[in-house]
């Protein structure tokens, strides 16, 4: 195997580990939500005047996804929909009180999962840092132009 062929596979075993992990500890947590909703919430949480577009480009899904998962949020009592005076065409979203705690709840969650890792982000130098931040910029921008050329836009399939 090759070095890109590690640092792919080296990614993706990371991603995993850190997902597989920190799943167990939100699904206890977060019972009765999915991971989707969960990150909807948080987005809407961080985000002032979240929308549909908003919400698909960020988690590059469709529309028509972003749609459901609102429409159930809002089902769930935890976000709401409101527009603004000078704008009656555009549908924006909140959290309501229930929306704040799933939120916080999250963040306490994440802040935890930080915690745990926070030793081994202690040894990693600013050069480091930078280091992998440019990998990781020029490979996220690589495959931008990768999926331009196909000619599709995966925020708005």
């Not at 705690?101 to 990693?124: G, M, S």
Request: hydrophobic share 35%.
């Amino acid at each position: 195997m090759n070095k890109e062929e590690q640092v792919i596979m080296g990614f993706r075993d990371l991603y995993n580990k850190m997902a597989w992990l920190n799943k167990l500890k939100m699904e206890d947590s977060l019972k009765g939500y999915k991971s989707s909703e969960v990150h909807c919430i948080e987005y809407i949480g961080k985000n002032v005047d979240s929308n549909v577009t908003k919400l698909a480009e960020s988690f590059y899904m469709t529309t028509g996804a972003i749609t459901k998962l609102t429409k159930k949020l809002i089902k769930k009592g935890i976000i709401e929909s409101y527009q603004k005076p000078n704008n009656k065409k555009e549908i924006y979203f909140r959290l309501t009180s229930q929306g704040k705690i799933i939120y916080k709840i999250h963040e306490e969650l994440h802040k935890e999962f930080q915690e745990r890792d926070k030793a081994v982000f202690e040894q990693v130098t600013e050069e480091q840092f930078d280091s992998m931040l440019s990998f990781v910029e020029k490979y996220s921008s690589h495959l931008d132009a990768e999926i331009k050329k196909l000619g599709v836009d995966i925020k708005s399939e």
